[in-house]
């Protein structure tokens, strides 16, 4: 008997997840693999930020929290969304989440039916996909390229958009290019947002303080579409707390609610201890999110230079996150030492991890075949250890 549903089968693995699992398993047959597959600070969380923790444990924060979460810290939000995004919500529009992941695909859960379509331009992070297909919508994918910054353009989103669009869903400074969009850039989708009122607009922001432009336009600053964006972000990623899992959806009053209701039936408030420490993320000092955007600058860089000199590797420049997206065509094709050949992008990622001692993601998993994907979320050192693995590996394929 077959007990296993339609849904969890037809779900792709994460392969994020999946080439991280391979190269621990590789470590722990004593090869010494660096994972550039991750997409995770490797920085500790800020001693300011782990006090509020200790400080909530010896406060008794330990009983079930409000579902959509304390409301010290969705004020805190409001907050920070007014200070640095120049947007004004109210406590009652925010939702606290197990992490931005559970934020997004709540957000998706609450508003597409089946049938509706969700429009995604990729590269595009791997679960947005798998998220539609949870709620049995229609993915339709807007394909975009190392050449136009992997930037979707005003004429191809009109294009994409039927009578069935429910959702667009943009992420910016997005995993897994880099690419940020300008506020010009973003006037222009608003341009054609406008012309479609039925459309509601999920913006992914959770890589916002990781940006090396100078500036970061919210979606949600645009007043003619504000009262249907949705925005996701999260601790994660600035504050370097991954695994403490906090993140929220800043919405419209009705879907703030019914993300709300949905999240009450499945995994109730998040963490009652993490969310205070978020608080204080949000509440204190800013200097740590500088700090780490500046070392991820500087690995930006270095990762970079690095690459530019690796024949067959064609690259961009990534203006925010902490990934490279190398376009990497010119070595397909080609035969590995150990006489396997190299066809697709998959195929060089294994070989990079299971003969160059370095994990990396293929481009197919976001939609992007043709692509890998390096983190360089990692010490300087591991990135110039890598970088030289990868070009050792690369000039054996013949």
Known sequence: MEFISQRVKSLAVSQTLAMSQKSAELRQQGIDVINLSVGEPDFYTPDHI???????????????????????????????????NG???????????????????????????????????????VSYVEMVKLAEGITVTIPTGIDSDFKVTPERLEAAITARTRMILLCSPSNPTGSVYSRDELAALVAVIERHPDIIVVADEIYEHINYTGSFTSLGSFKSIADRVVIINGVSKAYAMTGWRIGYCAAPLAIAKAVSKLQGQYTSGASSIAQKAAEAAYTG???????????????????????????????????????LFPEVSALLGKTAPDGRKIETSGDLAMYLLECGHVATVDGAAFGAPGYIRFSYATSDDNLRIAMERIAKAVAALK
Not at 103 to 125: F, R
């Open 50 to 84: 782990k006090a509020a923790a200790d400080q909530a444990i010896a406060d008794n924060y330990s009983f079930y929290s409000p579902v959509p979460g304390y409301l010290s810290l969705r004020q805190a939000v409001c907050d920070k969304l007014a200070r640095e």
């Open 87 to 125: 947007l004004s919500f109210t406590p009652d529009c925010i939702v606290v989440s197990n992490g931005a992941k559970q934020a997004l695909c709540n957000v998706i859960l609450a508003t597409v039916n089946p049938g509706d379509e969700v429009v995604i331009p990729t590269p595009a992070w």
């Open 285 to 323: 000092s800013q200097e740590c999110v500088a700090e780490m955007c500046a070392a991820f600058r500087r690995r930006r860089d270095l990762v970079v230079e690095k690459a530019s000199q690796i024949p067959g590797l064609r690259i961009n420049v990534p203006q925010g996150a902490f990934y």
